[in-house]
């Protein structure tokens, strides 16, 4: 199964106020299919946890051209690029119940030691060497997300709400909390076209983080969630006008 694909329905209480799929329910669906996808490989959570070891995503890009909307279905196909001993590249597709491609995404991952917290080498896993797929991608790659020079932030302290079975900072929490530094009217009037998202450190319960945003350039904003002056999470939306 070099590809995989799952079908949804956005139901009206799965929406955003613009009656469409919200970025945070999306990146949940590619974190889904993605863990379907390996553990239809036998290499998922049940089978990597025997060695005390887990996949972790390391960065991503998603594009799209517009979201699926209320009352309607969507697909996402997924399907690996590329690996070193590092990391893996799975990129996926995101089509409207007819067919057409509404988006992409582009995501790198890794294997981590839960104890160590070190990287695992991953070219051990042999499926992935068998089953790399030549589908096209054709949005560019994450671009090097660099610290934020200057900005205005907003302080934030993690709760337990914000975090997974890993114990740190859920990945749709990071996401919902970079959103929010957004008001209503600039959803309304414009959409991200393009989000990327660069992981550095894990943050954890508890914690206070600086959420710094430079909008210096509106259609063009770029994040970053700061813990005593060491970046976690760096972000970047790319916005496009209703």
Known sequence: MKEFSKTYYLAA????????????LLMTRIIEVATLHANSWG?????????NQVWVLSRVAIEMTEYPKVN????????????NRHFSQRNMRIDDESGKP????????????MNTRASVDIEKLGY????????PCPIETQ?????????HAVDYTFGYMDCDFNRHVNTVRYLSLLMN????????????????????????????AQFIINDSDPMDSHLSI?????????????????
């Open 128 to 135: 992935i060497r068998e089953n790399v797929s030549d589908i």
């Open 13 to 24: 209480g799965e929406c955003n106020p613009q009656g469409e799929l919200p970025l945070t």
């Open 102 to 113: 509404l988006g992409y995404v582009r995501t790198i991952w890794m294997v981590i030691d």
């Open 43 to 51: 290499v998922g959570y049940e089978r990597l946890i025997r060695d």
């Open 226 to 242: 700061t813990v005593d002056g060491d970046d976690h999470v760096r972000a970047r939306f790319l916005w496009q006008q209703r």
């Open 181 to 208: 530094m957004f008001d209503m009217d600039c959803y309304d009037h414009y959409f991200i076209r393009r989000m990327e998202l660069a992981f550095i450190k894990e943050t954890r319960y508890g914690e206070t």
């Open 72 to 83: 309607t279905n969507y697909k996402l196909t997924t399907w690996i690029e590329d690996y």
């Open 143 to 151: 671009s090097r997300l660099r610290p934020i020079e200057q900005g």
